[in-house]
């Protein structure tokens, strides 16, 4: 509902009047302290209302001071590159929000910060807002600039607001989050910028010992929804395309900077990346912890089992078995698990479970519940490990291979064999996924993928085994450790029988594609 | 077959972290800093 | 909340549920790739704090005289060396100011070119040999700080032949 008469005019001519105070060059924090003293006693400060829409008419005001000084620079060959802004009011209202968390007088106990979320709060429902109205003519420029300036002031906090650093970045993490681009799509590029700034990203995933990662992991799977039904095709429209190489840039300094977050969350990561999308995935397996050494997987004779992590649990932060409780899986699958009784229909109704309805099948691009069948395969992977560390079972493999010959294989084996090629497919990539660093879930699923291609008795499913792995190993690099050992394992022992299969040289270039690829893998 | 990764401009290979030169998710340069102008004594 | 991700039924429902198709989704997209955020949107203009400011005595001007900033001071500074020299001291020691920036402006007026790389100014010395849409090659003069083997230091002028002036680094 509109303000109140008059209200506007005020809250206009007390803009103008700090933008005189922003004018004084140098230091005028005796000048901001009086501003702010003044707002506060005339109750524009309360977090109530009123505070609301006297926040939202100055950024509206800053918003169209900066967009009427937009000069298209026609002449510019780069299509972005046109219009020159001026964003003098943009600073003038960052400055000012600075300056109340600053010097606004907090009540007892309340801390400095208590305005901010609602500051944030007012700022992204007038981005939703404008966005909404403005469709394709939304410029998402001025507000971009605006979180630049919190950014730079409020990440690298003055000591008031000493250990607030948190505070802020979790604040801010949360707005990013309302306007994702499934939120507003036409702020999706300042948006990916924003939320990898180089005063943002490092800082969320460094400061309070990981207490952020949630925050990050969440915009990441944000980005990805939005890009998922677009990724699915391989011809991508220019402006998708530039999205997608940024955010592989950004997955890159993940990778280099901080790859135990890529290693702690990519299972969540893998629900919501498209199959097709197989080198943005590959970056995130291929990601591991930067004070473990990785035994180059050519090397002759690599004792896999001998390697001291391969018996460690890799640390997953995702919750596995959210889909399948969601799903109410759990529990059967928990009943099969244990007691494996016999005839039991949980095998039967498997693969119904794992489908979608014809019309939830239309808008996820696949007949097949992705996410549940990740969630599955690594759960019963999760039991099937579990229960071998158990006391009645020891560590050597032996008794890992008697103990495959349970529950749990018996899954894997009636589900390559019930389901059709794309289901085994997604099930056959949920596999794969897990090969990623020395640790018993590479190890495991290694172990599985190698075990279903001995024992199938079918070559087209020995060969989507291979075309799995194959096109995980052909992009471009990087290529997971436990994906190459994998590889290296069946085409170099007589007891898969690898080179026999006429799938091996069905056409010219297959042969020179497996030859090269078994060269690159030593 | 994917892009090759290192012609997106982050130098993957840098023993130093990459963030800290990240300019954006458009650009393939780090971001540049200050150009260092060294004074002179004889200007002081 | 900050759990795992619902399965991708819920993606595809917030897809097209609460909020918009993809087609609509990508007619937004292409019209943000129009307004990409620009590097300098996230540049901050750095305040010049001047570091030794030479202590003078009370009979020399303490404060500038304001035609330094006057555009037709400058465009008075001709091409003989002696005013070549002073655009050259203000670009390079009054740094983010208002004469640094007249000084450039001369410099090129002059058609002397920055180069990003070397943080050095070139003027052509003849016609470049070479010339192709991504560099020229030829003999430059350039303004430099010049540390000579027998420790003289000044700045000075110097010859360049066969320099390759890419124009990726042309400022």
Redesign the interface.
């Known amino acids: 509902d509109s303000d109140p008469a008059g209200f506007p005019g005020q809250v206009s001519s007390l803009f103008s009047d700090w933008f005189k105070i922003c004018e004084f060059p140098g230091n005028n924090d005796v000048a901001c302290a009086r501003y702010v003293q003044h707002l506060h006693q005339r109750g524009m400060l309360k977090g109530d209302e009123i505070s609301d829409r006297f926040f939202r008419r100055i950024m509206e005001l800053a918003v169209s001071h900066c967009l009427s000084t937009e000069v298209i620079n026609s002449s510019s060959s780069q299509p972005h590159q046109g219009q020159s802004l001026s964003f003098l009011a943009i600073d003038s209202y960052a400055k000012l929000v600075f300056s109340i968390l600053k010097f606004c007088p907090s009540d007892q106990g309340s801390n400095k910060l208590s305005l901010l979320p609602k500051v944030l709060n007012v700022t992204v429902r007038v981005i939703q807002k404008d966005a909404e109205e403005k469709r394709a003519s939304f410029n998402p420029r001025p507000y971009f600039r605006l979180f630049i300036n919190w950014m730079l002031d409020l990440c690298s906090l003055d000591p008031v607001f000493d250990g607030a650093n948190y505070q802020v970045l979790t604040a801010l993490a949360s707005s990013f989050h309302h306007l994702q681009p499934l939120k507003v799509a036409g702020f999706s590029f300042a948006w990916l910028e924003l939320i990898s700034h180089r005063s943002f990203m490092p800082k969320l995933l460094t400061t309070n010992a990981q207490k952020g990662w949630p925050y990050f992991q969440r915009l990441l799977v944000d980005l990805f929804q939005f890009m998922e039904p677009f990724l699915r095709n391989a011809e991508l429209a220019e402006p998708v395309h530039i999205l997608y190489k940024g955010t592989l840039r950004v997955l890159l300094v993940l990778l280099h900077d901080f790859p135990e977050f890529l290693c702690d969350y990519h299972f969540s990561f893998c629900d919501v990346i498209p199959p097709s999308c197989i080198q943005m995935r590959n970056i995130i397996l291929s990601a591991f912890p930067r004070n473990m050494r990785l035994p180059d997987p050519s090397t002759p004779n690599l004792k896999i089992d001998l390697l001291a992590e391969i018996s460690q649990s890799p640390r997953i932060l995702s919750e596995v078995d959210a889909t399948l409780k969601a799903r109410q899986m759990k529990n059967d699958t928990d009943e099969y698990l244990k007691s494996k009784q016999q005839g039991s229909t949980f095998l039967t109704e498997l693969k119904q479970k794992l489908m979608l309805s014809p019309a939830d099948a239309a808008r996820a691009g696949t007949r097949y519940n992705v996410p549940l069948i990740n969630s599955l395969v690594l759960y019963i992977g999760m039991q099937a490990i579990q229960q071998a560390r158990s006391p009645s079972h020891s560590q050597s493999m032996a008794s890992m291979s008697s103990f495959l010959v349970s529950a749990a294989l018996d899954i894997f084996q009636s589900l390559i064999m019930d389901l059709d090629t794309e289901g085994r497919y997604l099930f056959l990539n949920a596999v794969a996924n897990q090969l990623r660093y020395p640790n018993n879930h590479t190890h495991y699923f290694s172990f599985i993928l190698l075990y279903l291609f001995a024992e199938s008795n079918q070559e087209v499913i020995q060969e989507q085994i291979t075309r799995v792995l194959l096109e995980r190993l052909i992009v471009n690099r990087p290529h997971p450790w436990g994906l190459l050992i994998t590889f290296i394992e069946l085409i170099k022992y007589p007891r898969y029988n690898f080179w026999s299969k006429t799938f091996t040289r069905c056409a010219p270039e297959i042969e020179k594609l497996f030859e090269s690829v078994s060269r690159s893998c030593g | 077959l994917g892009i090759d990764l290192t012609t997106l401009g982050l130098n993957l290979n840098s023993s130093d972290t990459l963030h800290k030169k990240f300019a954006s998710p458009w650009s393939d340069e780090p971001v540049r800093g200050e150009p260092e102008y060294v004074v002179p004594e004889c200007y002081y | ?9 819920s ?6 549920g609460g ?2 198709d ?1 087609i ?16 300098k ?2 540049e ?1 203009a ?2 010049y704090t001047p ?2 400011p ?1 202590i003078t005595p009370q009979s020399y001007p303490q404060v500038q005289a304001p035609i330094v900033n006057n555009p037709a001071f400058w465009e008075r500074l001709g091409p003989d060396s002696y005013a070549t020299d002073m655009l050259f001291f203000s670009f ?2 009054q ?1 983010n100011t208002y004469q640094q920036y007249l000084a450039a402006k001369e410099l090129k007026k002059q058609s002397w070119r920055y180069h990003r790389k070397f ?1 050095s100014w070139f003027q052509r010395h003849e016609e470049p040999k070479v010339a192709t849409d991504d560099f020229e090659q030829g003999t430059y003069v350039y303004f430099d ?1 010049h540390i000579s083997s027998d420790e003289q ?2 700045w000075c002028q110097r010859i360049k032949t066969e320099f390759i002036f890419e124009y990726s680094f042309l400022e």
């Open positions: 909340d900050l759990g795992a991700i619902g399965d991708n039924i993606a595809s429902t917030a897809n097209s909020m918009h993809q609509y989704n990508l007619q937004m997209l292409e019209a943000a790739y129009y307004r990409l955020p620009q590097p949107d996230s901050r750095r305040t570091r030794h030479v390079y020691y740094q943080n700080f230091q000044g």
